[in-house]
């Protein structure tokens, strides 16, 4: 359960970013996060990993209340959810195996598990026989099914994604987000903020619209 | 903690060290240079000591004994002080013997002719090494000699002594006082190759940072970075000193040999020259540190 209540999140100096957000977000869903650039998508999916903290509010995670999570709890917070960037964020010196291992080093997973795992995650998103390969060498959407493994190879209870296809063509853009409705089928809470209208019409899913920092949900989340 | 986390930690920051042998080499020679200097001077420090324990020409006391002492008790008053603090030797100067020498030291057979009766009481000679106690504790010593019964009077110069002493005093202390500086200038250099390391690398900290790194887990090879390159500044700093003492031995011993004498410098120890690679570490440890705990607080606030 995602929870948002009044979170208002502003920059000093600046105008209000997010207004009075109110969301609650059951278990297992999967919606959409929509709204033109500027709109406050990033924003809220950074309060979410809690690389913002909110201004005013209560954000509950699961039932952590991120507002109040101590900094030295904020890393075993992030090994719950898995993100996914517009740009991928990859490490480019590293193979795609040690871009993906890297979220189970971190967790602390043991050196027998780290690599089966892997090798799971990256068949999941097409690129098992890419183990080796350095992410410079493979097309804008291989890297970001790397990114897509790298954030669920530990399996979280919760995926964001910020414009995870952005950058991509509509064939590619389909297959990635093909590929975050088959985690929600298998019980991850998805939440993937875009500005594709044609994504947004072709998936059908229930829409969170962002329009200068207000949300407008529908009813069931409110 | 997980092994093979920190075995990885551990290549990760061989592989960061490797990938840039150059920068790593002038790190670890400007580190073992700040190192070798204040441990040359304390080499050298205690290579002086060595040299001035063995002066004892010029650390002598004598004590003048009684006519009438006997044998027994200065054969026990002997005894007493070869085992005390610092004494090297004691000779024991008859009245003839010291009559000899005064005979043929001075060319003052005519005069003692005249006197007709040996005039110079019998001495024990005390050879002591200048260093070895303070010069109250020996002052304090040649007193309690002095008021042995079979002692009629001590004869001592340890004003050079303490004079000696003060100078090595201050020595030590500016040693120590330099070394105190390089050590935090070696902190310093450390703690600035670790921060352009934190730059080129700060992707990949933040990476590791939004998939729920912990600070231990960032900080690790950034650690094992700063620990490598002290343990081999420590390394090169030792042969350092070795080879330099090597190279002045061949002058040393030609000095010596002018002074009718020999003296041969000593280096580290092992204990030494491990301690050194010891303080080596843990200074690259601790620049390594400093200067990733102050990236880190930014990444984590």
């Given at each position: 359960m995602?929870?948002?209540i ?13 207004r009075?957000?109110n ?10 996060l929509?709204g033109?650039s ?7 999916l950074k ?5 913002e ?5 209560t ?5 952590v209340?991120l ?7 904020i890393?075993a917070?992030?090994r ?13 010196d590293?193979?795609v195996y040690?871009?993906v ?9 043991p ?5 089966s ?10 690129l098992?026989?890419?183990?080796r ?7 804008g ?9 790298r954030?669920?190879v ?13 950058n991509l063509d ?5 297959e990635i987000l ?12 998805v ?9 947004i019409a ?15 949900a529908?009813?069931e989340?409110? | 903690?997980?092994l ?9 920051a ?12 002038l790190?670890?020679?400007a ?5 070798a200097l ?5 080499t050298?420090l205690?290579n002086?000591q060595?040299l001035?324990?063995?002066?004892r020409?010029?650390a ?8 009438d002492?006997?044998?027994?008790d ?6 007493r002080?070869?085992h ?15 009559l000899?020498?005064?005979e043929?030291s ?7 002719d ?7 009481p ?8 200048p ?8 002052d ?15 004869q ?8 000696l ?15 105190l500086?390089?050590a935090l200038?070696?902190v ?6 670790i921060?352009?390391?934190i ?9 590791a940072?939004?998939v729920g ?7 690790r ?11 081999l ?6 042969a350092?000193?070795?080879v ?18 020999h003296f ?16 080596s ?11 990733v705990?102050r990236?880190?607080?930014h990444?984590?606030?």
């Open positions: 995602i929870e948002f009044n979170v208002t999140k502003h920059y000093p100096g600046r105008r209000h970013v997010l009075e957000i969301l609650r977000l059951p278990k297992g869903e999967m919606v959409l929509t033109p500027g709109a406050g998508k990033s924003t809220l309060l979410l990993t809690r690389l903290d909110v201004s005013h509010g954000l509950m995670v699961g039932g209340d507002a109040t999570l101590k900094r030295r709890h890393p917070y992030r719950r959810v898995g993100v996914v960037f517009q740009d991928h964020k990859l490490l480019m590293r193979d040690n871009n291992a890297l979220t189970l080093k971190v967790a602390g997973v050196a027998r598990q780290i690599e795992r892997v090798r799971a995650a990256l068949e999941k998103v097409g098992g026989d890419r183990l390969e350095l992410p410079a060498t493979l097309s959407g291989e890297q970001q099914r790397v990114g897509i493994a954030a669920i530990h399996t979280p209870e919760i995926l964001l994604a910020d414009e995870p296809t952005g509509p064939a590619l853009s389909d093909d590929l975050f409705r088959d985690f929600h089928r298998h019980g991850t809470t939440l993937v903020a875009t500005h594709d209208a044609r994504q072709r998936l059908g899913l229930p829409a969170l619209h962002l329009e200068q920092g207000r949300l407008h529908p009813k989340f409110s | 903690m997980n093979h986390l920190r075995l990885d930690a551990l290549r990760n061989r592989d960061t060290l490797l990938q840039q042998p150059l920068a790593t080499l790190t670890v020679l580190l073992a240079i700040v190192l204040p441990v040359g001077l304390f050298a205690n002086l060595l001035l324990g063995q002066w020409d010029q002598q006391i004598s004590l003048y004994l009684h006519n002492a006997s044998a027994a200065v054969a026990k008053l002997r005894a002080i070869e005390s603090t610092g004494v090297v030797a004691v000779h024991y100067i008859s009245r003839a013997q010291a000899a020498d005064f043929h001075a060319g003052m057979q005519a005069a003692v005249v006197l007709g009766e040996n005039p110079l019998a001495s024990l000679v005390v050879e002591i090494n260093l070895a106690q303070s010069s109250a504790d020996l304090a010593q040649v007193q309690s000699w002095a008021k042995e019964p079979v002692v009629a009077s001590a001592s110069d340890l004003h050079w002594v303490a004079r002493q003060a100078i090595l005093a201050l020595g030590t202390r500016a040693v120590w006082i330099l070394a500086l390089l200038g070696a310093l250099v450390m703690g600035n190759t921060r352009l390391h730059a080129q690398r700060r992707d990949e900290i933040d990476i940072s939004l790194a912990t600070r231990s887990f960032i900080r090879p950034f650690l094992y970075q700063g620990l490598i390159q002290g343990l500044a420590g390394a090169l700093a030792w350092v000193v070795a330099a003492i090597l190279s002045l031995q061949g002058p040393v011993d030609r000095l010596a040999a002018l002074y009718g004498t041969t410098l000593v280096g580290l120890r092992p204990e030494q020259g491990l301690a050194l690679i010891a303080i570490a843990f200074l690259g440890w601790l620049g390594s540190r400093i200067a705990g990236h880190l607080d990444t984590f606030s």
